[in-house]
């Protein structure tokens, strides 16, 4: 069953290049709904197979104007002139993953907190592992930040984008390594 029945729905796409490498943008009727550390033509086979299973048939069209404040907004970021990002968002998840990802957004920019803290913050305390795979499943990284999740012993674990690109973004936002939020 699609979450988001717009058979026939129309997807934009842009491309932009970052400090952390290619970014591909999909946005839908509603707002942003996925971020790919590819440029589009490696990224594509996933993200026709990601958007045809939230989206049914519907038509991919380039266009960087579609997605300009997306854009805009991740280039702030980058030059570390945007701690919080103000777009709007189509995610699409099951109702765990998108509490998860509504937990993610109130993590303060340069910020860490661990697996555990998340499970507590939702009342899922005996839910870290689904919360890592519901991490794992965030379809617009950097915007909600899942990349400020590490380790309940302070390490870099678990970022789709790879720990590297982890690392640049929470460099990035200042973060030295320091004690975890639990």
């Not at 997306?70 to 765990?96: H, M, P, S, V, W």
Request: net charge negative.
């Amino acid at each position: 069953m699609l979450q988001n029945e717009q058979h026939g729905a129309v997807l934009y796409y842009a491309e932009m290049e970052s400090p952390v490498g290619p970014v591909t943008l999909l946005q839908s009727a509603y707002g942003l709904c996925h971020l790919e550390f590819k440029t589009y033509s490696e990224a594509q086979s996933g993200l026709s197979t990601w958007s045809r299973r939230w989206y049914g048939e519907h038509e991919i069209v380039h266009s960087p104007t579609q997605l300009g404040q997306a854009i805009d907004q991740l280039n702030e970021y980058f030059a570390g002139e945007r701690q919080a990002f103000d777009l709007q968002l189509d995610l699409q998840g099951t109702a765990f993953q998108r509490q998860v990802w509504q937990a993610l957004q109130v993590i303060p920019y340069g910020e860490v907190v661990s697996y555990k803290w998340i499970a507590v913050h939702i009342g899922s305390p005996s839910a870290v592992r689904a919360v890592g795979g519901a991490n794992n499943r965030n379809p617009v990284s950097i915007i909600v930040p899942c990349h400020r999740v590490i380790g309940m012993n302070g390490q870099m674990v678990g970022y789709g984008g790879g720990l590297d690109r982890k690392e640049l973004l929470l460099e990035l936002e200042g973060y030295l390594r320091q004690p975890v939020l639990f």
